[in-house]
């Protein structure tokens, strides 16, 4: 079966959310302006017109020394679905990790390029550490669990994590992420604690903090920058009783976070202070990208991952992770990119539920892809997506 949307129609729509998403992501960090995809690189890339300090440098009152560069790499892990790719992607204020609602959406370490200023910020999105019963549950690939290993080993600095909006897991570090922890601890690392919006009493994470840091960092003094320091200081005023005992737990905490950060990815609170505080600590070195690139994945992975994301956000259970999504097609002409998807099903009764009465579901799937896509490559495209099952009935 296939099923061949022509979006042009509609692609004006989707460009308006796209340049509507970068301007509520950007509105006080920078100012954008989207270019073509690079036609003789096989790497997405978007332009983007940096601070004016660095434009002041290029344009004719040149800086009368050269400026040094500087960049940072930084390997995000936690476990399945805690928020790691909605984190670099609203971060980087660009769509180059595909995110979906249910776990092991990543399935491979991939680059999220950030560049700002004199720095440039090199984000490595990781698979969820996972225990090898999971590997074997959600049929994962066997490099699965090594591949946040290649991550780690390029890494500067590890962003750990931690979902706690999750009142059944929040209270500790998974076993997995204190194990890698652990095997890394000459790198220094900080603590993200992520989906802050889900939380109706704030005042949990106070005691979070002392519980998952052994009472290491001092919310009410030196620690954290100012903004920081005021938010702790609003959750100490608020009247909402804490939730857990503050005593030490060594074997759900990790002692060595050099920093804690509060933050909502969904809706970019708090992600300015972890930009500041990157930037800070990068390291004088030449940047491994050029100004313009956010990511080193070729187009043609972007768009299958893209696929295989909102499979799992359609599809019930474990269906989805069933499927084998592969490119057939790829082009770009006029400033439009062609691809064709194929989705192996495991029958043509998953075939069916895909496709679903009169191709309905899959036309769904396929624009919301679509809209996904107008926003990881700034320009129109026109994608179809095929099924197929391995056997017939
Ligand atoms: N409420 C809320 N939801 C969030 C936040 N950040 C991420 N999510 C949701 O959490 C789910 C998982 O997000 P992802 O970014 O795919 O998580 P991940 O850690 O990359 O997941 P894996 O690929 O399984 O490792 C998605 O449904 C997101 O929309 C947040 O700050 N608040």
Known sequence: MELLLNNFGSVNKYLLRFSKYHKVRTANIRNYSLSSLDDNSTTAKLSATADPTTDLATSGQKAQHKRTQNSLHIAVIGVPNAGKSTFINNLINHRVCPTSSKVHTTRKSSKAIYTTGQTQLVFYDTPGL?????????????????????????????????????????????????????????????????????????????????????????????????????????????????????????????????????????????????????????????????????????????????VRARLLDYLPQEIPYNLHSAIEYFSEENGTIYASVEV??????????????????????????????????????????????????
């Open 130 to 306: 996972v225990t090898p019963r999971e590997i074997k549950r959600h049929n994962l690939e066997q490099s699965f669990k090594s591949a946040y290993k290649h991550a780690i080993q390029h890494a500067d600095i590890i962003a750990c994590m931690h979902d706690v909006s999750n009142s059944w897991t929040r209270n500790a570090l998974h076993s997995t992420v204190i194990e890698t922890l652990n095997e890394y601890k000459h790198l220094p690392s900080f603590l993200i604690l992520n989906k802050i919006d889900a939380l109706r009493s704030k005042r949990v994470l106070l005691e979070l903090i002392r519980v998952l840091t052994n009472n290491t960092i001092n919310t009410t003094q030196s620690v954290g920058n100012k903004n920081q320091r005021r938010q702790y200081k609003r959750i100490e005023e608020s009247n909402d009783k804490p939730v857990t005992n503050s005593e030490d737990k060594k074997d759900v905490s990790w002692s060595n976070f050099q920093e804690v950060f509060l933050v909502s990815s969904i809706t970019g609170s708090g992600l300015n202070d972890i930009q500041d505080y990157l930037t800070r600590v990068a390291k004088e070195r030449s940047w491994e990208y050029s100004k313009g690139s956010f990511t080193d994945e070729k187009p043609e992975a972007l768009i299958v991952e893209s």
């Open 344 to 393: 192996t099903c495991p029958s043509a009764r998953i075939e069916r539920l895909i496709c679903g009465e009169s191709n309905g579901k899959l036309r769904q799937i396929t624009e919301r892809v679509t809209s996904d896509l107008v926003e990881t490559f700034g320009k129109p495209i026109s994608l179809t997506i095929s099924t197929r099952s391995k056997k017939t009935e």
